[in-house]
């Protein structure tokens, strides 16, 4: 600014010294001009009286005059604006040139975050190919820390429902839930993980290690104690080679191999330890991967030594390894789209209630399992995320929206066939020696799922259709009977269920409301006079044994009774201080009245007699109120 100044002073001082040297020069010029003074000298006769010449001199001396400039003198508020108009041009001209710099600068500083930007975007596609939790790799399973209290039916105060309790029984989710993948027993357990990852000596390679603990709640049902229990809970050791586009990857689970499944949605997941029917604990396997861009292929395997027959208390009885393989191929590109196909075959052991004199050949009654899954999602714009739940899910955390974006959009679809050969339960009897009944048959099970879902800016929805056919809810049982097929006489109807979950987010609140109906599964027999009982089977069996007071996913209505659909509401604040910190608040209205209250029958004095009996017209648990409130921390 200063070198400006100056130029401007300089400018000032010596314009008007220019101005003057150039009018005494033109001066100078004009008056040393000869033009009219010869030619008037040469010819004085002819301009004596002759009015022509005279008028055509003044003519040229007007043409002289008009030639010949006038000294003008400028003022010096004309020398002061044309300065100024001088250096305003000047500053115009820098003024441009500055600009234009500072474009090209912004333009290159664009070009970096452009690029930037999208290095950061193939990095993120990269890692979206990977292969996802539960289908391939186990994923890092964080340690959690779980705070749950609530009342499963606020109104009943009897074996099914303590005043305040823990909360950790999980029989009156609603089943959008339970299908989705929450659960109570999920929400109250505190998970305690130690993981490590290091180098190996091969080049391209990782090692991981996890060791993960789980503190669970059981309640005896005689005597109403509530104690904790510490058991594993999925620990692994991985290896990992990642070479340009090329994975490989191998895992192995020292205790429990529940992570080699097939199928998405929780509700129709297959092929954890509870397949195996006899006393499934330690279920050790392992697997392997190979992936090659959006593109992974597995395969896996776990074993299981179980009872080879009913074990009575503590009586020892012989064993028996029993296996299963599994198999997949799964596509995941950056459109959204994936789509998974997998298959599993699971040998279950010998059948317990079949003698193997009945058979031609003593391993046909080995029960033979496999199971065929396909699974397709296109998810259009941001990441929808999970529904609002009372807790996070059971094998993973909740998967939060993404509202980076104003509409968002993704649909689900899943189908899943089982198969399996149990005991014929059209045979008529074991004395029988006819040959046109088989001892076996089939036991074939279908179950499907589709979603239907998007978020207009901080509002989401979720709708979700399930079928699930008998067989498949008692396929682990297995069956309604254990290790028996359906009889033909049998009446048989499949579970349908529909169920609309939406949700407004405001800063760091969630607010849900859900609603459901479902139309239970039934198993229904006729006696020899013609009357009916009629089997409600609530949600999957996983095991052959009966139900008691605090998991009644089956119950035997009375004679003559028909089945009742159930509906559910339900309403949900979910907090969420971080990532790491969540806590949720949850009511819930169940109308299920395909379900007695256990009550015990009293002297005429009053006195209790210790014989109980059903009472199936208690509206406290029939028409069912629930309170839940958790805290979550995951670190």
């Known amino acids: 600014m200063k070198k400006l100044n100056a130029i401007v002073i300089v400018v000032s001082l010596l314009f008007p010294l220019f101005l003057i040297a150039q009018d005494e020069k033109k ?337 046909d009654d080995t029960i033979l399992s496999y199971g065929i899954d396909a699974f397709l999602q296109y998810n259009w714009g941001s990441e929808l995320g999970d529904p609002i739940g009372i807790n996070s899910y059971g094998d993973r955390e909740w998967i939060n929206p993404v509202y980076d974006k104003s509409f968002s959009f993704r649909t689900r679809g899943e189908y899943m066939f089982l198969n399996e050969r149990l005991m014929n339960g059209d045979y008529l009897g074991y004395e029988n020696d006819s040959s046109d009944v088989s001892v076996t048959d089939n036991y074939m099970a279908h179950a499907g799922a589709l979603e239907l879902s998007g978020r207009w800016r901080d509002l989401r929805l979720f709708t979700l259709f399930s079928y699930r056919t008998l067989e498949y809810l008692t396929f682990d049982a297995p069956g309604v009977n254990p290790f028996t097929t359906l009889p033909g006489e049998a009446d048989k109807s499949d579970e349908i269920a529909f169920s609309v979950t939406a949700d407004y987010h405001v800063w760091l609140f969630w607010f849900g409301a859900t609603f459901g109906y479902k139309k239970p599964a039934t198993y229904t027999v006729y006696d020899a006079s013609g009357q009916k009982q009629v089997t409600v089977i609530k949600d999957r069996l996983l095991t052959d044994s009966v139900s008691n007071a605090f998991s009644r996913t089956r119950e035997v209505l009375p004679e003559g009774r028909d089945a009742l659909d159930i509906m559910f509401v339900a309403a949900n604040v979910r907090f969420e201080l971080s990532r790491h910190l969540n806590a949720s608040l949850e009511y819930r209205f169940t109308q299920d009245h395909n379900r007695a209250k256990m009550v015990e029958t009293t002297h005429s004095d009053g006195t209790g007699t210790g014989v109980f009996e059903y009472d199936w017209d208690d509206e406290e648990v029939r028409n069912i109120h629930s309170l839940f409130f958790s805290v979550e921390g995951r670190f």
């Open 27 to 363: 001066s100078e010029e004009t008056v040393g001009a000869p033009l009219v003074d010869a030619q008037s000298e040469k010819k004085p006769e002819e301009t004596v009286g002759a009015p022509l010449v005279d008028a055509q001199s003044e003519k040229k001396s007007e043409e002289v005059e008009k030639v010949v400039p006038v000294e003008k003198q400028m003022t010096a508020e004309e020398i002061q604006s044309l300065v100024k108009t001088m250096v305003d041009t000047e500053l115009q001209k820098r003024d441009a040139e500055q600009q234009k710099k500072d474009e090209a600068d912004k333009k290159a500083k664009e070009a970096v975050v452009a690029q930037e930007k999208k290095a950061k975007d193939e990095k993120g596609k990269k890692k979206d190919l990977t292969p996802e939790y539960g289908f391939i790799l186990p994923q890092f399973t964080k340690s959690s820390i779980s705070f749950i209290m609530g009342d499963d039916n606020l109104r009943d105060n009897s074996q099914y429902s303590p005043k305040w309790d823990i909360g950790y029984r999980d029989e009156y989710e609603d089943f959008y839930d339970r299908f989705y993948g929450y659960n109570n027993l999920g929400g109250a357990a505190t998970r305690l993980t130690l993981f490590h990852q290091a180098d190996s000596w091969l080049p391209n390679t990782t090692v991981n290690l996890g060791i993960s603990l789980k503190i669970g709640v059981r309640m005896e049902a005689l005597t109403d104690h509530v104690e904790t229990f510490l058991k594993e809970d999925g620990s692994y050791i991985m290896t990992n080679t990642v070479i340009g586009k090329h994975r490989i990857n191998f895992t192995f689970y020292p205790f429990s191999a529940d992570r080699i499944a097939i199928g998405y949605f929780r509700g129709m997941r297959w092929g954890t330890k509870e397949v195996f029917p006899q006393n499934a604990t330690i279920v050790p396997g392992f697997q392997t991967l190979y992936g090659y861009g959006p593109f992974s292929f597995y395969f896996g395997f776990k074993a299981h030594m179980q009872d080879k027959v009913d074990k009575l208390s503590r009586e020892l009885v012989p064993k028996e390894a029993v296996y299963g393989f599994f198999g997949g191929v799964t596509y995941k590109d950056e459109n959204g789209i994936t789509g998974k196909l997998q298959g599993a075959f699971i040998n279950k052991g010998e059948n317990v209630i079949l003698p193997d004199e009945l058979l031609n050949n003593a391993d």
